[in-house]
């Protein structure tokens, strides 16, 4: 690892206002970047009727943001190193903001697929550079804090994308893209006056490519023989040949990464993978969002095909988690501190996993909201605000300061790999119209568990990081 060089201005530290409103702004664009993973999931209904002849084309429009937005955040990171965090930062702000413009006029699946691709870059520039924006302004006593609010601030626009998207479905499906652009707007103005630059001296490479390139494509034929598997059966020369395509992909991403020259920034940075602390973060939150995100999706299609919600009424009964998650977070972020974060992200992990499964045992085809929906709500936003808020602080204390941009760029694609793993495993085992069905939703919910369970047990084995340097 290279010497910090990490120049930073101005010389003298930020104010108080000054910080508050970099939180501000950084949050916002988070809250951007992390709404549209999840907001669609509530506009799927309405797009399948939108675009009749799309079938399994759809579940494009969640992953071909979520492949892109994961293999690009790391690359995004150490552009962000090189080039500055705030020049970075500012221009994938206005390239999501553009590209949300494009989804709202997108007139067949695919040019929604294009623009959501395009999104998905945008978003990767904005996430990759958020959290080293704070870490780099914050002073050490102040970053717990600062780093608590920005996972609450992900966890709450996560979590309410449901709910959000269901209002605003009514009016249309093109205003679950246009929300976004006013807020980008005024992020943007704003971080031009707030935001100071921050970058490595040192820092010459260029992105690899062919590594990234490598490293989507595999992502994506794992998701498509996922998501083909029901149709053309998990047996099928199919499902199996695109699943061995997705095995020689990714051992050639992983290669390709371990060989690159000096010039080259690596799609995967494997070094930081030799830190225990930071691995285990990275697989937990990588298993926790795939339980999440599967859970979002799942509990959409139960609402308004199981229990025949409409939109607007099932985004309005999935408000409560996202509220618990928000408390959770910042009361999360304290208890970790005090008790190890990797205990208090197992805590998250089994609470998510008890939520889910307080639906498994309680809900049945007759609707009964305020017992048997309601209480899984608060125990999965327990999960999530403690989770993510932990695992985050887990995994950027354990970097140098030098990695910070890479490291926790790398961390952000975990979980949304993890994520979009999540809605294919759950679109395999729960194709969409069997959403309706009691054992579907079962099958759905059981997926959720495990993947929480494994979080649970992953984070449960996370030690405190000695000090970086």
């Given amino acids: 690892m290279t010497t910090d060089t990490t120049q930073q201005a101005p010389a003298a530290p930020p104010t108080d206002r000054q910080l508050r409103l970099l939180l501000a702004v950084v949050s916002a664009a988070t809250f951007l970047a ?99 924006l704070l870490l780099h302004s914050f002073p050490p006593a102040r970053r717990g ?22 209002l605003l479905v009514e009016l249309s499906w093109r205003w679950v893209f246009l929300v976004n652009v006013p807020v980008g707007l005024l992020a943007v103005v ?43 059966g998990w047996a099928s020369g199919t499902t199996l040949g695109w699943g061995a395509a997705a095995v020689l992909l990714t051992v050639a991403a992983v290669l390709r990464s371990a060989k690159v020259g000096p010039q080259l920034v690596p799609a995967l940075s494997l070094p930081l993978f030799r830190s225990r602390p930071y691995t285990l973060s990275s697989v937990a939150i990588a298993a926790f969002f795939g339980a999440f995100g599967a859970m979002l999706l799942h509990n959409v299609y139960w609402l308004t095909t199981g229990w025949g919600m409409s939109t607007v009424l099932a985004g309005i009964a999935l408000t409560p988690g996202p509220v618990v998650a928000a408390v959770a977070a910042l009361a999360g972020g304290k208890l970790g501190a005090r008790f190890g974060h ?31 929906f309601l209480p899984g709500q608060l125990l999965t936003g327990l999960g999530v605000g403690f989770t993510i808020a932990n695992l985050s602080t887990s995994a950027s204390a354990s970097l140098p300061p030098q990695w910070l941009a890479t490291g926790t ?14 809605v294919a495993l759950l679109l395999a085992v729960v194709p969409l119209d069997e959403s309706g069905g009691l054992a579907a939703a079962d099958r759905g919910w059981w997926l959720s568990i495990g993947l929480a369970l494994t979080a649970s047990v992953t984070a449960a084995f996370i030690r405190r990081p000695a000090p970086a340097g």
Avoid: H
């Fill in 145 to 166: 804090t600062a780093i608590a609010t920005w996972a609450a601030i992900g966890a709450v626009a996560a979590a309410l994308g449901p709910p959000l998207g269901g």
């Fill in 342 to 372: 990797g205990a208090v992200a197992a805590v998250g992990g089994l609470s998510l996993a008890l939520g889910v499964l307080w639906w498994v045992v309680l809900v049945d085809t007759t609707p009964d909201y305020l017992v048997a």
């Fill in 34 to 132: 992390s709404l549209d993973l999840f907001i669609v999931n509530i506009a799927f209904p309405t797009l399948a009727v939108a675009f009749p002849d799309a079938g399994s084309s759809l579940a494009w429009v969640l992953n071909g943001y979520t492949i892109t937005f994961a293999a690009l955040l790391a690359p995004a990171g150490r552009l962000a190193d090189r080039f500055g965090r705030r020049r970075v930062f500012l221009l994938g702000l206005a390239v999501f903001t553009l590209a949300s413009v494009g989804c709202a006029v997108a007139w067949d699946v695919w040019s929604l697929v294009a623009f959501r691709v395009l999104q998905g870059i945008g978003g990767a520039m904005v996430t990759g550079t958020s959290l080293a």
């Fill in 409 to 422: 760029a790398t961390f952000n694609a975990a979980r949304q790999l993890g994520a979009t793993l999540g």
């Fill in 190 to 232: 704003v971080g031009l006056r707030v935001l100071t630059e921050s970058k490595d001296a040192t820092e010459r490479r260029r992105p690899d490519v062919l590594g990234t390139v490598v490293l989507i494509a595999a992502v994506a034929a794992l998701s498509y023989a996922l998501i083909q598997a029901p149709d053309s």
